[in-house]
C-alpha cells in the first residue's frame, strides 16, 4: 500500500492559489485542460487525474514550484517523456505533477571538455543529433530515444543498447543540478573527470526514480563519434554457442565491442513474422539469433578486424549462418529485428513486459523454466525472450492470448518467483516504479531496504516527492 502524505495537513486550495500566482496561466493546467498523455505512462496502469499539471520554463522555476507544494504539504510527481515501464512517472490523485516540458534544450557543447549541459526536459535523441553534428557520441541509446527525456533517463539509470562497452546511464554524468523535496536548488554542473572532493552526491538520484529529488539540468561526457560501425547477425544452434560467442567477441574485438543482443526463437518469430515489414536478415530456423556490433575508429584497420573475427567464429564451428552488414543501412535493418519489440504492444496488445537481470550462464535455463510455468498456470499463455545479454539484461514479454484483461499480477508472481529462484534482479535497466515494489525485497536484503527508507526519511521526511514509488517510509515488505 503506497504510504501517501498526511492528508489533514494539506491545503490544496491554497497550494494552487499560491501556484497560480507564481506561474503563466499556462504554464498551470487543471481539471478538463490537463492532457490525457499526463494522465499515465506507459505501464499499463490506470489513467489518474492529478490535482495540477505545472510546467515549470527553469531550474529556480522547478524549485519554487517544489517549495510552494511542499509548504502547503502536497505531494509532487516529476514527469518526464512517460516512456517508462515501471509506473515512476505516474500519478498520484491529489499530487501535483511536475513537468519538465518546457524547460527542454541544450545550453552548451565544450570541445575542449568533451562535455554537454543539456536540460532535464531534452529528448535523447536530440542529444544524440547535437553531439553527432560535434563529432561526438552519446553512448546512451534506447527505443523510446524519440520522447524520453534525459532527465527520466538519468533518474531511472537507463540502460539501453550499448552498455556492454559504455556503461549504464550514470555512467556518462559528471555534473548533476537538482531540486530536494523542500524547494532548494542543488547545482554541482562539474565538467572534471576527476573530481574526488567530498561525497559524490549526484548518485543519490541517479536511480532513485524522482523519490529524492527532481534532477533539472546535467553535465554529460561525451565519446568520439565511431569511425566506423559494423554489425553481423547470427544464427547459432545451442545457447552454449551464445556464451561461447559472446567471450570470443570480448576476445577479438575487445573494447570495440559495443553491442551483443540474443533473441529467442519465439522473439525472432514474432519480430520477424508478426510484426510488418521487418525483414529476417537470414534464413533458416536456429536456436538462438544474436547480433553483434562493432564500434571502430578507423574503417581500414578495425573493419578488416571484425570480418577476421566473424570469419574465426565461423571455423571454430560457433556461428552456423550470418549476414554480416555491407553498409549503414545494412546496420540499420538488423537493429529492426532487435528494435522490433517497441510494436508488439501493437501486433500482441495488452502484455506485461519484464526487464531483469541474470547471470549469464543461466539465462537460458531462466528462460525454459519461466515459459513452462507461464504455459502451465496460465491460459493461452505467450511469452517471448530477448535482450542485452552481453550485460545480463534479458527481457520478457509475456501475455495471455485473447484475454479481456490481462492477468498482470499473476504473470509478474511467476515471473518475479522464478528469478528470485534463479539469483537474479527484478529490474536490470526500467526501475522499480509502482509496479516492482512489491518484489523488491526479492532482490534486496533487509538491511539494504532498511537504509533506502532511512535515506528516504533525511531528504523527504513528509514523503512529499513521488510518493508511493520503489520504497515506503514504513516498511510493509515480507519475506
Excluded at 478538463?32 to 506507459?42: A, C, G, S, Y
Excluded at 532482490?443 to 528516504?456: C, Y
Aim: hydrophobic letters at 45%; one cysteine or more.
Amino acid at each position: 500500500m503506497s504510504t501517501l502524505p498526511n492528508q489533514m495537513s494539506v491545503n490544496l486550495d491554497s497550494c494552487m492559489a499560491e501556484l497560480r500566482q507564481q506561474f503563466p496561466a499556462a504554464a498551470v493546467m487543471t481539471g478538463d485542460d490537463i492532457p490525457q498523455r499526463n494522465m499515465q505512462d506507459t505501464s499499463y496502469l490506470p489513467a489518474v487525474r492529478p490535482l495540477a499539471v505545472v510546467r515549470p520554463d527553469s531550474p529556480e522555476g522547478i524549485a519554487e514550484a517544489m517549495r510552494i507544494c511542499a509548504a502547503h504539504g502536497v505531494a509532487v510527481v516529476p514527469q518526464g517523456g512517460l516512456t517508462g515501464l515501471a509506473g515512476g512517472g505516474h500519478p498520484v490523485e491529489r499530487a501535483v505533477m511536475i513537468s519538465l516540458e518546457r524547460f527542454s534544450g541544450i545550453e552548451e557543447l565544450d570541445a575542449d571538455a568533451a562535455t554537454m549541459t543539456v536540460r532535464a526536459g531534452t529528448p535523447l535523441e536530440v542529444i544524440q543529433r547535437a553531439a553527432d553534428e560535434a563529432g561526438f557520441f552519446i553512448a546512451l541509446d534506447l527505443g523510446a530515444r524519440g520522447s524520453c527525456q534525459i532527465g527520466g533517463n538519468l533518474s531511472t539509470n537507463a540502460g539501453g543498447n550499448r552498455v556492454i562497452r559504455y556503461g549504464m546511464a550514470k555512467e556518462m554524468v559528471l555534473g548533476l543540478e537538482y531540486v530536494l523535496p523542500d524547494g532548494t536548488l542543488v547545482t554541482g554542473l562539474n565538467k572534471m573527470l576527476k573530481n574526488n572532493a567530498g561525497y559524490d552526491l549526484k548518485q543519490l538520484l541517479l536511480g532513485s526514480e524522482g523519490t529524492l529529488g527532481v534532477i533539472t539540468r546535467a553535465v554529460l561526457r561525451l565519446h568520439p563519434r565511431p569511425g566506423c560501425t559494423h554489425a553481423a547477425l547470427c544464427g547459432v544452434e545451442s545457447y552454449k554457442d551464445v556464451v561461447k560467442l559472446l567471450g570470443a567477441a570480448r576476445r577479438g574485438l575487445g573494447p570495440m565491442l559495443s553491442a551483443f543482443e540474443v533473441m529467442w526463437p519465439d522473439y525472432w518469430h514474432a519480430a520477424t513474422v508478426t510484426v510488418k515489414g521487418i525483414r529476417a536478415p537470414i534464413e533458416g530456423a536456429h536456436g538462438f539469433y544474436v547480433l553483434v556490433e562493432m564500434q571502430g575508429l578507423d574503417e581500414a584497420v578495425d573493419g578488416h578486424r571484425f570480418m577476421a573475427w566473424i570469419e574465426q567464429a565461423f571455423e571454430d564451428g560457433i556461428i552456423a549462418d550470418a549476414a554480416v552488414s555491407q553498409s549503414m543501412a545494412d546496420v540499420a535493418s538488423f537493429w529492426r529485428t532487435r528494435d522490433a519489440a517497441a510494436e508488439f504492444g501493437t501486433v500482441l496488445g495488452p502484455h506485461c513486459a519484464f526487464d531483469i537481470g541474470l547471470p549469464v550462464r543461466s539465462m537460458d535455463a531462466f528462460a525454459d523454466a519461466c515459459r513452462a510455468r507461464l504455459a502451465a498456470e496460465i491460459p493461452n499463455s505467450l511469452s517471448v525472450y530477448y535482450g542485452h545479454i552481453g550485460d545480463g539484461n534479458l527481457h520478457i514479454v509475456a501475455l495471455s492470448v485473447g484475454a479481456a484483461v490481462q492477468p498482470g499480477t499473476e504473470i509478474s508472481d511467476i515471473v518475479y518467483a522464478t528469478v528470485r529462484e534463479f539469483g537474479g534482479t527484478i529490474s536490470a535497466e526500467h526501475g522499480i516504479g509502482l509496479l516492482k515494489k512489491p518484489y523488491l525485497h526479492y532482490t534486496r536484503t533487509r538491511q539494504e531496504l532498511a537504509l533506502m527508507r532511512r535515506l528516504k526519511r533525511a531528504l523527504d521526511p513528509g514523503n512529499l516527492l513521488n510518493p508511493g514509488k520503489v520504497v515506503d517510509l514504513v516498511e510493509s515488505e515480507t519475506r
